[in-house]
């Protein structure tokens, strides 16, 4: 394999990224085993495996040539060792509280960015598995893809042939100059056009304080499931789809945690980025992010969870109505036109400037339909990560799995040493909502 220069999302994350503010993507896996030594066979197949994974062998390395100043390639780690990157664990009777104190911890950016770390389960009959992927590496999708790359054989889409690497930059014809001048031109409006929709859309979206706190680069993960039937049961009754039922779980779920440890819900509605990809799951085989969001108001501060419900809806609408290319969620889109240098520069001071645009990440992870396994001992939960921007002390990531929709959370451990608090919180607003439509 060739090097290929990161994206520019791709390399936007690879420059966000502080020791405190680790960008790595993450998902813990719980595996039912009865065997004492499945966790150790686990590794051992999760090792031997990642070695014949070429996506798993690449490491991102920092280029300062005159084509590409301040940009950064993917490209074969010269010395990969799976050993770096799979590690057995001492057993543990609680594996949110392991994976917080591993997530906390960043990849190093020397090796291929990604880990996966198997925590066998002190009562002997299930193991888990965390896996870390930098977001530079890998997406969700993505992430997925190479995820699935080491498990059990399961049936994944064909692969679509990869664009070729783009040329090596050259001096430009001068007889082209006037294609290139409009095409720079082009490009130049396409971003005023984005960079105005985000103003404008950004206009009397304020910051709460509610989520918001001095970082402290700790973490604490937690994760609850619930019946994605019941979700079903409130989207049929009220409308909208499983996204806009979720979304006014999270929002239900974080006005009575205020409530509960006395922060108070009133006058509290906070600027939720969701994230939208921008390729369809069958195109998530070629690398680099494609990802634009929607911002929206949580109504935190409205007692009604049926009018929550239909604020978010409304919300959802409104954005899908305007395209994952306009509104201020689109600021992400924006990298596309900033040149490597100005990601390597302007990276830290983006990273910081992240609660001055949205106070919580709220975002889907696609899972396949079918079962997962692992030395032929099935996946029975699976909770997504997220990364936590500077200066927020908590985000949301959702997947649906078997049934059961998975809630991940991650949050600064100082700053919300209660979160189980606000996992039980979730559990009790699907319940809420399913009174207040009687379903």
């Excluded at 190093?108 to 930098?134: I, M, N, Q, T, Y």
């Excluded at 108001?297 to 306009?326: E, F, I, S």
């Excluded at 078997?402 to 809630?407: D, E, N, T």
Aim: proline fraction near 9%; glycine fraction near 10%.
């Amino acid at each position: 394999m060739t090097a290929d220069p990161l994206a520019p999302l791709d390399l936007a994350f690879w420059n966000i990224e502080s020791p405190a503010h680790p960008m790595h993507l993450g998902a813990l896996g719980v595996f039912a085993a009865p065997a004492a030594t499945a966790a150790a066979h686990a590794a051992d197949l999760l090792a031997g495996r990642s070695a014949a994974v070429p996506g798993l062998r690449m490491r991102i390395r920092d280029v300062w040539q005159p084509t590409a100043f301040g940009g950064a390639v993917r490209e074969p780690a010269p010395a990969f060792d799976p050993r770096h990157h799979v590690r057995l664990h001492l057993p543990t009777d609680d594996f949110q509280d392991a994976a917080g104190r591993l997530m906390e911890q960043p990849l190093l950016r020397g090796r291929p960015p990604w880990e996966a770390h198997v925590l066998p389960g002190a009562d002997g009959d299930s193991f888990a598995v965390l896996f870390k992927f930098h977001h530079a590496l890998a997406d969700g999708l993505r992430a997925l893809t190479l995820a699935a790359a080491v498990l059990d054989p399961m049936d994944l889409p064909p692969r679509r042939p990869r664009p070729a690497a783009p040329a090596p930059a050259r001096l430009p014809d001068v007889r082209r100059l006037p294609g290139l001048l409009r095409g720079a031109l082009s490009d130049v409006g396409r971003a005023l056009d984005i960079g105005a929709s985000v103003a404008v859309h950004t206009l009397g979206m304020r910051s709460t304080g509610a989520l918001t706190a001095a970082p402290t680069g700790t973490r604490r993960t937690a994760g609850v499931a619930v019946d994605l039937d019941d979700v079903h049961r409130v989207r049929k009754a009220v409308g909208g789809t499983v996204n806009d039922v979720v979304i006014a779980v999270v929002a239900g779920a974080l006005r009575s945690w205020l409530d509960e440890r006395g922060d108070g819900s009133a006058g509290v509605s906070p600027r939720a980025l969701i994230p939208v990809s921008q390729r369809r799951p069958r195109t998530a085989h070629p690398q680099g992010n494609r990802l634009s969001g929607y911002l929206m108001r949580l109504p935190v501060d409205d007692p009604d969870p049926l009018r929550r419900l239909a604020a978010v809806r409304t919300a959802m609408d409104r954005n899908k109505d305007a395209g994952p290319g306009r509104g201020a969620g689109a600021v992400a889109l924006l990298a596309d036109h900033v040149p490597a240098l100005g990601h390597r520069i302007g990276g830290p001071l983006v990273g910081q400037a992240a609660r001055l645009w949205f106070d919580i990440l709220v975002t889907s992870v696609p899972l396949p339909g079918i079962g997962l396994t692992l030395g032929g001992h099935p996946v029975t939960e699976v909770y997504p990560y997220a990364p936590l921007a500077r200066g927020q002390s908590l985000a949301v990531a959702i997947s649906t799995y078997r049934g059961r929709v998975h809630f991940g959370l991650v949050a600064d451990a100082e700053a919300v040493p209660d979160l189980d608090r606000f996992a039980r919180a979730l559990t009790t607003e699907v319940e809420t909502l399913r009174a207040a439509c009687d379903c």
